[in-house]
Structure formats: C-alpha cells, structure tokens
C-alpha cells in the first residue's frame, strides 16, 4: 500500500470525528478527578489513534495491521521508543507465529 495513501485514510478518521462528535471515541471515558458533586473527565487519546488505524486497514483492505508505521513515524523524533515498540512487536510475532 501506499504510504502516503494510509497516513490520509488515518488522518481521514480523524477529520470525520470532527464531523461526528458522538463517534464513542470522542465520549469522554476517564475521570480525571472529582470533589463533591464537581468532575473532571477526559478522552482516551490513545482510543481515537486504534480506530483510526483500524479504519484505514478497512478503507483500504490492508490484509495486515497498519500499527507498523507506527514505528516508522516514532523514529525520527523518537529513537528510542520507536526502537522499544518495533522490539515489542517483533516480540508479539514471534508468540503468535509458529514460524517466527
């Protein structure tokens, strides 16, 4: 798949949660903190980057998960927790594939 044509049906899904405000992803889930009758709640960032990618490997009938660019676009500005996540990924490979 193309690149280019991914990284725009991922950032598609974000330009449509905008459209739909009641998308679950966009409901308010964590409670950050509440004093008598007054809270404070928040989304689940991380939510909204999961469907996303899921909705670009639906867009585009990707037969695998595009988490991986995950990792491409973590290395430029960070090397070391793109390092971490493609060694966790490798690592989730290797307990679900047979073959490695």
Not at 22 to 33: A, G, M, P, S, T
Not at 74 to 94: F, N, S, V
């Given at each position: ?13 974000h330009a449509m949660q905008l459209e739909f405000p009641d ?25 909204e980057e999961v469907a996303a990618m899921a909705f670009a ?37 290797e307990e679900v594939s047979p073959h490695g």
């Amino acid at each position: 798949v193309d690149i280019c044509e991914m990284l725009l049906a991922h950032e598609l899904f974000h330009a449509m949660q905008l459209e739909f405000p009641d998308l679950y992803v966009n409901r308010k889930h964590i409670r950050l903190w509440k004093i008598g009758p007054f809270e404070r709640h928040s989304a689940l960032l991380s939510l909204e980057e999961v469907a996303a990618m899921a909705f670009a490997q639906t867009l585009l009938g990707l037969d695998y998960t595009p988490y991986v660019y995950d990792v491409l676009m973590l290395l430029p500005q960070a090397t070391m927790e793109g390092r971490k996540l493609y060694d966790r990924l490798q690592q989730i490979k290797e307990e679900v594939s047979p073959h490695g």
